[in-house]
């Protein structure tokens, strides 16, 4: 942490650290730099210190930073907790969705903090298995990974793993060292499994593109791409060395006519490009998918007739 001022009051010293820690401070925080416990009482009778876990504070009345509770879990974890699980991956931003519930950290094995709304792990971690964002200490991506297939389902953890891959926050050799050194880490088989799949991760955006991933999987299906781009638009999935690709979904699952006539146009102006691309529903994989994978097994034949 940077050089702190030498406060004049204790007004001062609150703000100080407020204004570096999403508007949270810490009592000992407070003590160290000089302000007394009869000054942080009177504060918190006067409703501006209000704790948020014990001897953890937001100070003032403001809008509570969307980070202020990640800072005040790490405070009152403190000295060696870390933002983890969860938490560490909706920082990251390789969930879906933001996180909810309790914050999530890892602590030392020999520390204890139980406080409500927080989730406390106790792990030993690596240095380099620690970052900095901001004053916030969080896992690293390959870690929040790891720790991340203990606590979500195979097709969540592909869908973040495949997301960290795309974004180049976690490459294959870090994960692969992750399972290196955390042999009996919880999570591990969830971890091998999904690395392991045929194709390797894929990134999907809807149940509907999950589904047609499985048919491609179970199909034996090879040499595709999914959410990939080609002439400035993205595709479902896409085999790129045919000019073929497969968008999921139609007019019934758009949000009404403008977004389904945005899709034709797409489709119009792929087409015009020379890209052949087959539309699939939601429903004909749910009621049909042996149809669908045999209409694709055809459009790939002559796809590859036309390629040839």
Do not use: C
Not at 50 to 59: K, M, N, P, Q, S
Not at 79 to 92: E, F, G, I, K, Q
Not at 119 to 145: I, K, M
Not at 164 to 191: C, F, M, V, W
Request: hydrophobic residues 40%; positive net charge; proline residues 5%.
């Amino acid at each position: 942490m940077a050089a702190q001022p030498h406060s004049q009051s204790a007004d001062r010293v609150v703000a100080w650290f407020a204004s570096r820690q999403f508007g949270v401070v810490a009592r000992r925080q407070l003590l160290r730099k000089g302000v007394t416990r009869h000054q942080i009482a009177w504060r918190l009778a006067g409703r501006r210190l209000i704790e948020f876990h014990r001897g953890v504070y937001l100070a003032g009345h403001e809008a509570r930073h969307p980070n202020a509770a990640k800072m005040a879990a790490l405070l009152a974890g403190h000295p060696s907790a870390t933002l983890s699980h969860r938490t560490a991956a909706d920082l990251w931003g390789i969930l879906p969705y933001p996180a909810a519930g309790d914050v999530w950290i890892t602590i030392p094995p020999e520390r204890e903090a139980t406080h409500a709304g927080i989730r406390t792990v106790r792990a030993q971690l690596h240095t380099r298995d620690r970052r900095r964002r901001g004053p916030l200490t969080v896992t690293s991506q390959p870690r929040t990974l790891l720790d991340l297939a203990a606590v979500v389902d195979v097709d969540q953890l592909e869908r973040a793993v495949a997301e960290a891959q795309y974004r180049r926050l976690a490459s294959e050799a870090e994960l692969q060292d992750q399972l290196t050194r955390n042999p009996r880490k919880p999570g591990i088989q969830a971890l091998r499994r999904v690395l392991d799949l045929p194709g390797g991760p894929q990134r999907t955006r809807s149940p509907a593109e999950r589904g047609m991933l499985r048919l491609l999987r179970r199909g034996g299906f090879t040499g595709y791409e999914t959410n990939a781009k080609i002439h400035g638009y993205e595709v479902d999935v896409l085999w790129r060395e045919l000019d073929f690709a497969i968008e999921v979904d139609g007019y019934d699952a758009h949000a009404g006519r403008i977004a389904f006539e945005r899709d034709r146009l797409k489709l119009a102006r792929l087409g015009a490009k020379d890209v052949s691309v087959m539309p699939v529903t939601g429903r004909q994989l749910q009621v049909d998918p042996d149809g669908v994978e045999r209409r694709l097994r055809e459009a790939l034949a002559a796809a590859r007739r036309r390629a040839d």
